[in-house]
């Protein structure tokens, strides 16, 4: 199937001294800015986490006022103003959560064609063709709500792909992604905007996953303007170090593990048959994602827990750090996490959970109270009791080993996506609990915050703390993990999401 425009109608993009600020922030997100992108040209667009790429995107995506900033030079899509013409722009943003507006998966792919006027007729085929060139292959009456991150990420690129845009605005469209999501995905971009003459703007931080499959790179300088930009091999070959520098990923070996194999520590959270579900809205029982689970947290040890999309890793997550009720089996904390606490940590007050069990939410953005990255910082430690005079102390640490100190007074909702993710892993450290439960901890890293978030939670390991980490990151897994827990999705009818799961020891 065919998902596109006619021919000959890509875009045509221009910034010239381009700047933009957010309002409320003394830094230049983007700063004296001059491109030139093609009718139908893909472009890769690379740079360090905090560079101005998200910012970029949404700037041609016309989804930026003069409530939100400040603006300075000009930038054009087919010599309008952004916001003159949304109807040719299709933007998928890295939270795929903030683009699912309708509660069915047909109604929400359709939502967009409806916004730009596409006759009634030509909606349902677009919406049909849209769904299966993204490969989330369940009934048009899924409720968006029951979808995985990574099937979330899809409905969000199909519902821009049925607009048929003249400009496709990608930001880590595959980040929350399984490797064959990945493959998928990036395969059927290549060939609708190969078929369409789509312009694509990309924005991935691993270079590999995108190389043979653009045009052109751009690497966005942080100082301001482009760093480099050019075929992808050429900027590889002769800009090496400097994109090394700027924190790209570049094509080559694993990052090697670091810390020392650790010896089997204390358990602290045990599952056993473990069933794990949500209650959609309006219904009376839970849709179960994953069952017959056993896994042990253990002190000083990281388990991670991968699989397929839609296998039930993110609501597994959510059971273990005691914010989803088991629906059948049994998840209880041992005498050395609970310190005297029912053993079920489902039970426990807030304040409680905090000094016992952190955590990491797929979407940062669902755990931000605070108007200001310090004060958010706070929000844990405080409730637990500790003394302000001794948090400070604590928070500029995190800030520092973060990348978060110049943020330190903005508003989390205006951080990149890359910054958003280091300060809720942040936040989660700051009451310094003995599990840690992450889902996605490196989405949106660049590899310099890769290697300094990956140092963090080696350095908590080695203090007898539990790490469980949900991820698709196989480098991740590969340097952290002493246990993985692998999930699968169970056959069957596509609008099942149960799995079955399996320990496979890594010692």
Do not use: Y
């Not at 999501?181 to 003459?197: L, M, P, Q």
């Amino acid at each position: 199937m065919t998902v596109g425009p006619r021919p000959g109608v890509g875009a045509r993009v221009c910034a010239r001294g381009w700047s933009w600020r957010h309002a409320g922030r003394s830094r230049w997100a983007v700063r004296e800015l001059d491109l030139d992108i093609e009718p139908g040209e893909r472009v890769l667009l690379l740079g360090a986490s905090g560079a101005g790429k998200s910012t970029l995107l949404h700037a041609l995506a016309g989804v930026l006022g003069s409530d939100d900033g400040d603006a300075i030079g000009t930038l054009t899509v087919d010599g309008r103003a952004p916001g003159a013409a949304r109807g040719r722009v299709g933007l998928v943003l890295q939270d795929p959560d903030s683009q699912a507006v309708m509660a069915r998966v047909g109604d929400d792919v359709a939502f967009g064609c409806e916004n730009v006027g596409v006759p009634r007729e030509e909606i349902w085929p677009r919406v049909h063709e849209a769904l299966h060139a993204v490969g989330l292959l369940v009934p048009l009456s899924t409720p968006t709500a029951v979808l995985s991150g990574g099937q979330k990420q899809r409905l969000a690129l199909a519902g821009a792909l049925a607009m048929r845009p003249g400009l496709l605005l990608l930001d880590e469209p595959t980040a929350n992604l399984d490797p064959e999501g990945v493959t998928e995905v990036r395969d059927a971009v290549a060939r609708i905007a190969r078929e369409a003459s789509t312009t694509v703007v990309v924005v991935e931080h691993r270079v590999s996953v995108w190389a043979q499959h653009v045009d052109r790179v751009i690497v966005l300088d942080p100082g301001g303007g482009v760093l480099a930009q050019g075929r992808a091999e050429r900027v590889l070959e002769s800009q090496s170090p400097a994109l090394a520098e700027a924190g790209i990923w570049l094509p080559g070996p694993t990052p090697a593990r670091s810390r020392p194999p650790a010896p089997v520590g204390d358990p602290l959270l045990v599952a056993r048959s473990l069933t794990v579900g949500r209650t959609p809205f309006g219904a009376r029982v839970p849709q179960v994602a994953a069952s017959r689970i056993d896994l042990v947290a253990r002190s000083g040890n990281a388990l991670v827990v991968a699989g397929p999309n839609g296998a039930g890793k993110s609501t597994l997550a959510l059971t273990t750090a005691g914010l989803l009720a088991p629906v059948d089996g049994g998840l209880v904390a041992t005498d050395a996490l609970r310190r005297g606490l029912r053993p079920e940590p489902v039970r426990w007050r807030s304040r409680q959970l905090v000094t016992r069990i952190g955590t990491v939410f797929q979407d940062p953005e669902h755990q931000f109270v605070r108007s200001r990255v310090r004060d958010e910082l706070a929000v844990g430690p405080l409730a637990a009791g500790i003394d302000r005079r001794s948090l400070a102390g604590r928070i500029d640490d995190l800030l520092d080993r973060l990348r978060l100190s110049r943020l330190a007074d903005a508003n989390p909702f205006t951080l990149s996506g890359g910054e958003k993710r280091r300060l809720s892993v942040a936040t989660a450290i700051a009451t310094r609990p003995d599990v840690l439960v992450l889902d996605e901890p490196t989405f949106g890293q660049d590899a310099r915050t890769w290697r300094e978030l990956v140092a963090l939670l080696d350095a908590l390991l080695i203090a007898g703390h539990a790490v469980v980490a949900v991820t698709h990151d196989e480098a991740l897994a590969a340097v952290l993990a002493d246990d993985v827990l692998r999930l699968e999705r169970a056959s069957g009818p596509a609008e099942d999401v149960l799995s079955a799961s399996s320990r496979d020891p890594v010692r």
